[in-house]
């Protein structure tokens, strides 16, 4: 084993962590990965260019990555599995395929020595595996914008550096669970008499098995990491299923994973990429097999429910669909408002799970710094609003990204149509400058009415990409009501609100507790409803049908691992 | 609502809260609730005479408990679901009956108060709760016997102290998990061009609903506390089912919890009693039922396999059946090693879910202080150790406690006719010197040999109470094996061993971490195998089939409650 690597990473992390600890307290802004793509510190390696040129030479070849149990190849073709960029070209990129059974009989063998490593050793080696990513940025950006359809800021945030963020969260966390227990001490107790009773007691961290990642095809490495590293660092091995829409994130994180655990004495083979042949249900197989004990899983409701019935083996966290909701009720601050409404159902074409659906308004207006507005008004300035910021093609196309997968169009072209209910701003079809086959839509706003039936049911189902619902109601009251049910039933992750009156404020607040979802109120300028700061943010609540795990609370960690006593007589001092 | 008794038990308990904190982390020894029954400040209120005479009093009388939605009532008489002490008589106690919807429904209203709570308060409504069944822990003591069949100091113990320190444990925990997070905030992020970014943050626990505890016959406080009270101070009402063997000590527990709720100015419906008519599978029918949102069950693995299975709504928290072992390789003091296994199988007659089955002896013997000892040596040295700690009939009635149940006498009976194989040490009959009618019997010690595999199937099934097995192995390896594969296939709460050898101790360290127990070396004296200190010692591992759950660790507590958040604009300092 390379201990001599081993130590210095784990000198050099330390503080590191300790730090993350800190800030897991106090929740205050903090990030050890730069936002600001030209940092020149943390991109000198490999700047924007560079990213790009890197990932110019993952494109049409087969991806290296030695694994045991190959047996065959997932792409390049689209049919045979290859990827294929939202912006309109195949990446022509040939993973390997590996029998099932011989990666996981591998990582059974990995965990041996894994195990013995010290909670500390394990968090470096995890740390050591994300700086790596870190500096490679650029690159991971330009594999999220090809494969989730991102624009280039949500690449580099979301692709990058805030999931890297949740991925150390994740580390810090498993590190700080792994050690409230001393490692070892003596227990003396008193007996009758006056005599000493002693025992020399350990309290050594076991890991419960194997852990699957079965990730999104919208934020892979978002959603994926708080999983992959809260597994990894509790001594689990990880074996990692991506969407066959985008394997290329992860595939890069595993090649990065298994290199630092190979140059740090410990077996690759902790850590597995099992891309997934065209209709080869390979996530459904991998759930059932006895050896795996932990799945984390992002994506649809009826999934993660699947896997809760069928994989009573392991501990299942699931991060499912939403139906996000905003009330405005009253504001001082209407066209700031508008302005941050109108892009936060812009941002990466309403795409992520985050991303309001329903805009909730009182049929009779409501009060802002301007006067009365009506429903119609207020529908009206947000419409007004979207074409302001989205007048631009080029500008347009950055906010919004571009569509990942056609059944999102689909969502969008129903709405569209007027189907679903009157088209108060339709979508428009946005021309990317450099990737005419890029598909990117506008957001389409339909109004509809809590009243009736038919659209109750409307608004009450998921409506996935930039498609909104101006919803009427009746009172403020039933806003609140409406908010509240379609959480509890749908699901939801984020809630907004813009008001004025500290009772509205206060029902919502409630309503909100109730239904196990984040409330942001009177958001404008530069935060976004969708947004979530990590190790500030937790991100779901477990409260409702939209999962039931919280990233960054340690109940994501603590049932990753178990301790194990042994007892020794001792001498009593 | 009584905000200045509240206030004032808030000061109170505050101070043993932060103590019991601290020793969670230390792990020493500590307990607020004495051992000693004579301690004269602690049970001044009540000593052994006057909880003799409490104990009387509730005998042949309804239980009252003032409960919404009473539509009946059980017991008195055994055919109407009262209970039989293990000691020869009937209790003669009439619980009520409560129609289930009306208590959830209560329940779920009384939930309203609890959760605006702070953690703290709800900590020191639980503590004092805690203190109050401390004070009368002779009463509970005499329960305890008269439904588990408990000898007196088992019933002192875990009957009372020892559980009120399971539950203590579980408060603080609770508590501190709640407050890891600040309850507000300011969160401030420099965006470019020097600005300041704010947001005010709260963060709300919401607990996750009703809890359910369905309580086991053996020890329904130890084992029951943990889960009634970590459910409670987290927020959530519970519920409780007892065995309907042992009702009265639930009975007494919740009597004291509504009381102090009342007092403190909240629904006393926060904790009800569900006693159960006789075939009427209350526990099937709570546990499917959507409101029930945690379980925690003591008792066989079959429904703790069927629970896991039928409802998914709940966080399911097991403690199942297990089959425990000890290795006898080599001991610098045979008499001692020989008179503490003698006293471990003899407790509470083998009835502890930590009591040991198999005695693992290689068949060319062991090496001891007084020479080698063959493998028909040690077994008739057992069975003599065995006749000296239980000659007396009066001390060993004492030791043993009365069979809690007709299926242990059947298992008794079963090993004791030679069935299994040879009886090495029969069991005998134990007269009672004041409960001539008490079914008390002494360990059998039945021969196996791990070679033969009728004697492995033996040996590898729970037989409950006072049976254990002398199993010859052909070598330490194959009885460390022996142990790993009986904890891993049937579960195991504890493993002993007495070694000399640091190659044989690292073996059993590994074989015991592999399959997730807790292991006890070379224990004499004043400790066993079978005991669990609490705030130092965890309980479970959820490595194994004996359970999920682990009395004492994080994981016990962080899903039974989630944290809500809101987010306002806030003007940047």
């Known amino acids: 084993m390379s201990t001599d690597r081993l130590s210095a990473l784990t000198r050099q992390h330390r503080p590191l962590l300790h730090q993350a600890l800190g800030v897991l307290r106090s929740r205050e802004h903090w990030s050890p990965y730069p936002e600001d793509p030209d940092d020149p510190v943390a991109y000198r390696d490999q700047d924007a260019a560079e990213g790009e040129r890197a990932f110019q030479r993952l494109l049409d070849t087969p991806f290296d990555l030695d694994q045991p149990g190959r047996d065959g190849t997932v792409g390049p073709s689209p049919e045979e599995g290859g990827e294929v960029s939202p912006y309109g070209f195949p990446l022509g ?262 991303s309001p659906q329903n805009i909730v308004v009182p049929r009779t207006g409501i009060a802002t710094d301007e006067g009365h507005k009506s429903y119609d008004g207020v529908v009206a300035d947000l419409g007004a609003a979207l074409d302001t910021l989205l007048a631009d093609d080029e500008r347009a196309a950055a906010v919004l990204g571009a569509l990942y997968a056609p059944h999102v169009l689909r969502s969008v072209r129903t709405a569209n149509s007027g189907h679903l209910g009157p088209v108060a701003h339709p979508s428009r079809a946005v021309t990317h400058p450099r990737h005419p086959r890029a598909v990117i839509r506008t957001p389409v706003l339909v109004s509809l009415d809590a009243g009736r039936t038919a659209d109750r049911v409307t608004l009450m189902t998921e409506w996935p990409g930039p498609v909104a619902f101006a919803v009427a109601v009746d009172s403020t009251e039933a806003g609140i009501d409406l908010i509240r049910r379609t959480a509890r039933e749908q699901g939801a992750l984020s809630a907004g609100a813009h008001t004025t009156d500290p009772h509205v404020e206060r029902a919502l607040v409630d309503a909100c507790a109730d239904s196990g979802v984040t409330l942001s109120l009177n958001l404008t300028g530069d935060w976004y409803l969708t947004q979530s700061a990590v190790y500030s943010d937790l991100h779901g609540t477990g409260l409702n049908p939209s999962g039931n795990s919280t990233y960054g609370d340690a109940s994501f960690v603590t049932g990753r691992f178990r301790t194990v006593a042994v007892r020794r007589a001792a001498d009593a001092a």
Request: aromatic fraction near 8%; include cysteine.
């Open 93 to 354: 990129i040939a993973y390997p395929h590996c029998d099932p059974a011989a990666l996981l009989a591998a990582q059974r063998a990995a965990m041996a020595g894994w195990r013995t490593a010290t909670p500390l050793e394990r968090a470096a080696v995890c740390a050591e595996i994300l700086a790596r990513i870190n500096a490679r940025s650029h690159e991971f950006a330009r594999a999220a914008t090809h494969t989730s359809g991102h624009g280039p800021v949500m690449a580099f945030h979301a692709g990058a550096v805030h999931a890297q963020d949740r991925g150390l969260e994740a580390v810090a966390l498993g590190y700080a669970e792994q050690t409230r227990l001393p490692a070892e001490f003596t227990w003396r107790k008193p007996l009758p008499g006056g005599r000493l009773f002693a025992l020399d007691k350990t309290f050594t961290v076991v890991p419960r098995g194997i852990s699957l990642l079965i990730a999104n095809a919208v934020f892979p490495a978002w959603n994926g990491y708080p999983g992959l590293f809260a597994s990894l660092v509790t001594g689990n091995a990880v074996v990692v299923k991506p969407h066959p829409r985008a394997v290329l994130p992860l595939a890069l994180t595993v090649r990065v994973a298994r290199e630092v655990l190979r140059e740090t004495g410990f077996a690759p083979d902790l850590v597995c990429l099992a891309a997934e042949r065209p209709g080869e249900q390979l996530a459904k197989r991998l759930a059932v097999h006895p050896d795996v004990r932990i799945i984390d899983y992002a994506g649809s409701g009826t999934f993660a429910s699947w896997l809760t019935a069928h994989a009573p083996q392991a501990r299942v966290h699931t991060a499912a669909s939403a139906v996000n909701s905003v009330l405005l009720h009253s504001t001082s601050r209407y066209r700031d408002m508008l302005a941050n409404l109108a892009f936060t159902l812009a941002l990466y074409s309403g795409q992520l799970c985050t």
